[in-house]
């Protein structure tokens, strides 16, 4: 009896077809990615492939592959028309069911042509957008280039997650929607708070600890006071395991957001979990370089980011930390290399919103630290525009709004009263900061730290010196240059100046990192005058150093300003404040220096040059200075101020260039009144030919700014040389409406100076022309040239005042108190020169006066009074406390004011009152002032 079937023979086909599915399987496992063949549903999908990222993480994405194998589908080549190779292969089908099938899935299907004699697998993506019509069917072509091999890896994978459309993450559309796997949780409550917090609307809720850490994220603090502390967890029964490791986490998070404290989060121990160990170092790393410890914060995440079992994505959050430290360090190719193995998520993570926060991150990272040439601003505006930033650009527009609000309220005078208000404020851009902080957001970091510590500026107090402290800290670390400078010169004019002293203490130089170097450096400058001796020297010494090698600060930190320009100007701000001994290795090392010729180091150099003081120079140094040759003109200058106050032969090579109208060697001559009367009259007159070319040029509409003041220059020779003088010129000048501004605004401040010496019948020429100057139309800005302060409208209507004070009626002097900041400072000058019944009691109004020039003004003006009159012990303590509470400006104005007066028992007595003042130029200037 025959057996049926047992002679049966399979079609070769099927052998074919089999054995290719089969290799192509295999070529699927050599990558990682699961494979499963599909026999029994098979409607055009040969295989279920299960993609796995190359650290053999399941990325929960699927993809369906047709394998067709054979040599009748490689007859089909397509060809490169120059070269003559094969491109890729022809695949078509009369049908368009296949096609369809494959292009329509809700999961992303491959075709694979299998060469079994070269042992080859070439792919490609079906979509309908690469399918092309036969006018029977479609084809498609397979790229010879794609392989199913290592090389195909990101490819692959970017094919396995690109149809997935993530949940809306848009305005309040999140929650239920969206579920966070137990594993990302962590990340998610750091990095992506609002899909892992308690909504607030669903009231007081005792959340878990990867919940509370989301709300602190968010900046809910007060939402969080019945598990703030594990006392109150433990009263909490519902709290469930509240000594867990993450609450331990939570705990130390907390101190350091809430208070700034680092011990927890330095103390905490380290955990074997893989899914907290990513965002422990995130948060460690995030506070060390907020605390300004990039070096710190780079060590405990390289600790840590080499350990098996670290997710894709918290690989990458990590090494994305890794990058902003390098930077920092000034590290920028190993940052960028990091910063490049992190756009990987593109593919493997589309849909995860930290995973594109931090491809967000990079991207900008990348942008930042490339040549300009290699920038690719598409790129950057698409990789930045995720939900997490929109998120974080919404909590702070909410605390602006909030701030707004506020200060709208104030101006409207409210009286209501809000019980238990919390500084909403302060939580949205402290939440901010965290925000861009964990996600290694350096620039996001920047710019919400810049914003909080700016508010607190502004917020404060002069009592709340530990505020004003941290906010100035906060602005240098955060590299915000512009801001702390502003701030920096408005405490050095108003005060609390504790706080400039203090930073000035702590700062150190050589540790700064990247984005805050130039910062620190800016802060020295303006607030050194502040330092104390010690401080002042330290930072000196380093600067010095730095100047003497300047490449091993650009080298370490690739810094993006003139580095040698920003040393020197720090240099500067500390002159006044180093010690004698500090000053002299300074002396030593301006003498070694080579001809300088760029323009921005001669006038750092000459900045310091003036400021050691013409008699700190030996005869030795002065010889050594006047060999020098072939500086810029800027240092040159400064130099020959030096030589001119100490050699005659000198003053008297300067005359000659005086004589032929040189005002630089003007200026460096010092006194005026020591000029011969040939000298001056013979400047006098090049001045009068120079003014003159000017006012025709502005009759013509031609200016040329910067450089000295042709009328400032000829008003100051006219009063002290009268027989000489030429004040027709400074008529002609003035009646010229066409003049610009920048050429008469510090003529005119110069005859309100020299009112005394103008002869009457000069005044009551000039009068008219002031008056009219006041009435001209303000001038619509367009130079840098004019002060935002300054006009020539209120500096005539100040000289007129100072020219002609007796003619000044209290009607004036009440209209003036009523107009604006300026207006008041004028009535104080005037009321301090004219000093009528009744001026000393609006002078001490006046000291009071909000704004600070105002009180400037009025303080120097009683200051004058007093010192020009018979000692009383009683008006002196009055004047003192005035002085004291004025500002550090005040005394600076008042300490200059009185070195010009004569000695006096009462002018001394002002005098001692400052000589602990904070301020070395102060001290300096009472030093001057007592001795005989």
């Not at 089909?76 to 899935?105: N, R, T």
């Not at 995720?386 to 998120?391: E, P």
């Not at 400032?712 to 008529?731: F, M, T």
């Not at 909000?850 to 020009?868: C, E, N």
């Amino acid at each position: 009896m025959a057996v049926i079937g047992m002679n049966m023979r399979a079609p070769k086909s099927e052998a074919t077809g089999t054995s290719g599915q089969s290799f192509v399987k295999g070529e699927f496992e050599e990558l990682g990615w699961g494979a499963v063949p599909n026999p029994e549903h098979d409607l055009g999908t040969d295989l279920w492939l299960m993609a796995r990222d190359e650290n053999r993480f399941d990325l929960g994405a699927l993809v369906g592959a047709q394998v067709k194998t054979g040599e009748s589908y490689f007859k089909s080549p397509k060809k490169d028309e120059g070269s003559g190779e094969i491109v890729g292969w022809w695949y078509a089908e009369g049908d368009d069911s296949h096609f369809d099938y494959w292009s329509e899935h809700t999961t992303p299907h491959i075709l694979v042509l299998r060469d079994a004699k070269t042992k080859t697998s070439y792919w490609v993506h079906v979509t309908s957008e690469v399918l092309q019509s036969t006018g029977k069917g479609n084809k498609i072509l397979v790229p010879a280039s794609q392989t199913v091999d290592e090389s195909s890896r990101e490819a692959l994978t970017a094919v396995a997650t690109s149809p997935s459309k993530a949940a809306s993450l848009d305005g309040s559309v999140w929650g239920a929607s969206w579920k966070v796997p137990q594993s990302d949780r962590l990340r998610y409550a750091l990095m992506a708070p609002r899909l892992v917090a308690p909504h607030p609307n669903k009231g007081q809720v005792l959340p878990d600890a990867t919940e509370a850490i989301a709300m602190l994220t968010q900046g809910r603090f007060g939402d969080l006071r019945d598990v703030a502390s594990p006392g109150k967890r433990a009263e909490a029964k519902e709290v469930a395991d509240p000594e867990s490791y993450v609450w331990k986490l939570f705990d130390a998070a907390w101190k350091w957001v809430v208070s700034g404290d680092l011990s927890g989060l330095r103390d905490l121990g380290e955990t074997t979990d893989h899914r907290y160990i990513a965002g422990v170092t995130a948060l460690r790393a995030a506070a060390l370089i907020e605390h300004g410890q990039p070096g710190e914060a780079l060590t405990a995440v390289q600790a840590v980011r080499s350990q098996e079992g670290l997710s894709t994505i918290d690989l990458a959050w990590l090494k994305s930390h890794e990058s902003r430290c390098l930077v920092e360090l000034g590290q920028l190719e190993e940052a960028r290399d990091l910063a490049l193995e992190v756009q990987k998520l593109r593919a493997i993570a589309p849909n995860d919103p930290t995973a594109n926060a931090l491809v967000a991150v990079t991207t900008a990272l990348v942008f930042d630290t490339s040549g300009f040439g290699a920038r690719d601003v598409g790129e950057l505006i698409q990789s930045i525009d995720t939900s997490t930033r929109w998120w974080r650009s919404q909590t702070i527009a909410n605390g602006l709004e909030r701030y707004f609000d506020k200060q709208f309220d104030n101006w409207g005078r409210d009286s209501s009263v809000i019980w238990a208000a919390s500084d909403t404020v302060w939580t949205s851009l402290r939440s901010a900061t965290l925000l861009a902080g964990l996600s290694a957001d350096h620039g996001g970091w920047r710019n919400a730290m810049s914003l909080l510590a700016r508010r607190e500026l502004m917020k404060a107090t002069s009592a709340d010196t530990e505020i004003i402290l941290e906010a100035l800290t906060d602005l240098l670390r955060a590299g915000a240059k512009s801001q702390l400078v502003l701030a920096v010169r408005k405490l050095g004019d108003d005060g609390p100046v504790e706080p400039l002293v203090i930073l000035t203490g702590s700062l150190r130089l050589e540790s700064a990192p990247r984005s805050s170097l130039g910062s620190a450096l800016a802060f020295l400058r303006y607030a050194g005058d502040f330092a104390e001796v010690a401080n002042a020297d330290r930072h000196a010494e380093w600067l010095l150093l730095t100047l003497e090698n300047p490449a091993q600060i650009r080298d370490r930190l690739k810094p993006l300003f003139l580095v040698e320009t920003a040393l020197l100007e720090s240099l500067g701000g500390l002159m006044r404040s180093i010690s004698p001994t500090m000053k002299r290795r300074v002396m030593d090392h301006i003498l070694r220096l080579p001809a300088i010729e760029d323009q921005s180091l001669a006038s750092g150099y000459g900045r310091l040059v003036a400021l050691v003081g013409g008699d700190q120079w030996s005869e030795d140094d002065r010889a050594r200075l006047s060999a020098r040759t072939d500086d810029n003109w800027e240092l040159e200058d400064d130099v020959h101020g030096v030589l001119a106050a100490n050699d005659p032969d000198f003053r008297d090579g300067l005359q000659e260039k005086i004589r032929n109208g040189d005002l630089i060697a003007l200026g460096n001559f010092g006194k005026v009144t020591d000029l011969p009367r040939d000298v001056a009259e013979a400047a006098i007159q090049h001045l009068v030919t120079r003014i003159e070319t000017q006012v025709e040029q502005a009759r013509k509409g031609s200016y040329g700014l910067g450089g000295p003041e042709l009328g400032q220059a000829i008003v100051v020779l006219n009063a002290w040389h009268r027989e000489v003088a030429r004040w027709d010129v400074v008529e002609m000048l003035l009646s010229e409406h066409m003049s610009h501004p920048s050429h008469i605004i510090d003529t005119l401040d110069s005859l309100g100076k020299v009112a005394e010496q103008i002869p009457f019948s000069e005044k009551v020429l000039l009068k008219p022309l002031l008056e009219e100057i006041t009435q001209r139309p303000a001038y619509e800005r367009d130079t840098a040239f004019i002060p935002l302060n300054s006009s020539p409208q209120s500096a005539a209507r100040l000289a007129l005042l100072r020219i002609f004070p007796d003619e000044v009626a209290d009607s004036t002097i009440q209209d003036l108190l009523a107009g604006s900041d300026s207006d008041r400072e004028v009535a104080a000058t005037v009321a301090g020169t004219r000093r009528a019944n009744g001026d000393r009691n609006l002078l001490s109004s006046l000291a009071r006066d909000v704004h600070p020039q105002v009180r400037v003004a009025a303080i120097v003006g009683l200051a004058k009074w007093f010192a020009s009159e018979n000692y009383v012990p009683a008006t002196a303590a009055v004047v003192t406390v005035l002085v004291r509470r004025g500002g550090p400006l005040t005394a600076t104005q008042v300490s200059r004011c009185l070195l010009g007066m004569p000695r006096s028992e009462a002018r001394d007595a002002l005098l001692r009152s400052l000589a602990n003042h904070p301020s070395a130029l102060v001290r300096a200037r009472v030093a001057v002032g007592l001795t005989d």
